[in-house]
């Protein structure tokens, strides 16, 4: 578990983070955790609304677009995303140009961190 501290001009927010329940391995489990992410997060800033919407269509048109064994890179790219993000401070997730080398490397068969199954093995 971790905590965490922001402040917002005069008020502090203190959140704490656990570890996922559940992994998340198909286009389904990601649309679930994603609609209950996106409630949570526009609860407590509602501008953000937009934002998130857009990014889920963006993330479901690559799901649309691949085939289902390939759907872990996806996966992959989505958490990449959502690191370099973090929280949308310098970079919002409908900039997909300030994150473009997350999904070359990721997605893209010539991609750095491409392989034939994704997760990568640990015998890398």
């Known amino acids: 578990m971790k905590i965490g501290r922001r402040a917002l001009e005069r008020t502090h927010l203190t959140f704490v983070t656990n570890e996922a329940k559940r992994k998340v391995r198909n286009t389904a489990d990601w649309a679930s955790a994603w609609r209950r992410a996106t409630e949570a997060v526009v609860f ?3 501008h953000r609304r937009k934002e998130l919407d ?7 048109v690559e ?5 289902l ?13 959502r690191n370099f993000v973090g929280g949308g401070q310098t970079a919002l997730l409908t900039k997909r140009d300030k994150f473009s080398h997350l999904y070359a490397a990721i997605v893209l068969p010539d991609g750095i961190e491409f392989t034939q199954s994704y997760p990568p093995s640990s015998s890398r």
């Open 69 to 81: 064994h390939t759907h872990q890179r996806v996966i992959a790219y989505d958490i990449a995303v």
């Open 63 to 67: 799901f649309d677009a691949r085939q």
């Open 54 to 60: 857009q990014y889920q269509r963006h993330i479901q």
């Open 44 to 46: 407590t800033f509602p």
